[in-house]
């Protein structure tokens, strides 16, 4: 249901200009002029068609909670899981891919993968579409504040969020602030395909939320940077859980699995909100003992080396 995709990119050369001007002398400095005033982004009426998919999707999220469905409690005495269990779901979701690169784009073919992981900060950055209202602003930045400083406590990795230049950019845009992101995208990741570019934005109606990291030929399982878009429509809870799963599929957790539990790396929708299950899902990951690169038959017995000092006594 909701996509992730990695995308490794060739080495690009970035240039840097600098220029000097000369000095300019001022004998009467109170003249000068005041810097220009930060305004707030103007914003705008949602389309039509964006207010139609705000009321499908707050009928998706009003659905699956009836189901008992879109939980926030992170599992509990109903949703155990044993080393032998935590082990495999690590392999699934974190060495193997689900979507496969085919003649230029991504299709749904899952394959077997690498290891992969951000070596660098990750420094998260929000952007939203003109359509957005200043509510949704507030509350989220505030919400992904909040889950990179779990998300770097839990893993160990430096992960923030940032009003600067970030890279790890999250979008959130409505349907029509999708379909023109294209030229933001080459801006935000230069050299990326065209093709792949279109694809991003063209996101079906059931696909609520993706992500796409991108890595250096020259360093395929590094990540330096990555893009998430989330559907503006999506009420709280569905906005709150695309933000959960999707930086966390961005670190590297890119695939889903059924049989992970208590996970939302599931696409049964029973959990909203990132588990315990998944907490050490990434520990695993961002344990240095765990080689970039590995495949799912080196990566094993390393995973349960470090599955079984996580756990403890639990079965």
């Known amino acids: 249901m909701k996509g992730a995709l990695h995308i490794a990119l060739a080495g690009l050369m970035a240039l840097t200009l600098s220029a000097c001007d000369e000095p300019v002398s001022s ?11 930060v305004t707030a982004p103007k914003l705008v009426e949602p389309s039509a068609r964006s207010k139609e998919l ?6 998706v999220q009003r659905s699956l909670l009836s189901q008992g469905l879109m939980r926030t409690d992170g599992g509990g005495i109903d949703t155990p899981f044993s080393k032998r269990q935590l082990v495999n779901n690590f392999i699934q979701i974190g060495v193997f891919n689900e979507f496969t690169l085919v003649n230029g784009l991504y299709t749904n073919e899952r394959s077997e993968g690498r290891v992969q ?9 929000m952007q939203f579409g003109p359509a957005v209202s200043r509510d ?16 770097a406590r839990v893993s160990g990795a430096p992960v923030g969020v940032t009003r600067g230049k970030g890279n790890f950019h999250v979008a959130v845009l409505t349907v029509d602030e999708i379909e023109a992101f294209g030229p933001e995208l080459m801006r935000l990741i230069p050299g990326l395909d065209a093709g ?37 429509e999506h009420p709280d809870l569905l906005r709150q859980s695309c933000y959960h799963e999707e930086i966390a599929q961005g670190l590297g957790l890119s695939n889903d699995s059924p049989a992970a539990r208590p996970s939302i790396f599931n696409d049964d929708d029973e959990f909203a909100l990132l588990t315990r299950h998944d907490e050490i899902l990434l520990q695993i990951l961002y344990d240095e003992r765990l080689p970039l690169g590995s495949t799912p038959a080196q990566a094993r017995p390393v995973i349960e080396v470090i599955a079984s000092e996580l756990l403890g006594g639990e079965s």
Not at 117 to 124: D, G, M, T
Not at 199 to 227: E, G, L, R
């Open 54 to 59: 705000s009321a499908y999707y707050a009928q």
């Open 136 to 151: 949704i602003r507030v509350k989220d930045q505030k919400t992904v504040a909040a889950y990179a400083q779990r998300l």
């Open 117 to 125: 992981r951000w070596e660098k900060p990750v420094n998260i950055s």
């Open 27 to 37: 004998p009467r400095p109170e003249q000068r002029k005041a810097p220009p005033r």
């Open 196 to 232: 792949i570019a279109s694809q991003i934005t063209n996101m079906p109606k059931p696909i609520y939320c993706a992500v796409y990291a991108f890595s250096d030929a020259s360093t395929p399982d590094s990540f330096h940077s990555a893009v998430a878009i989330v559907r503006a």
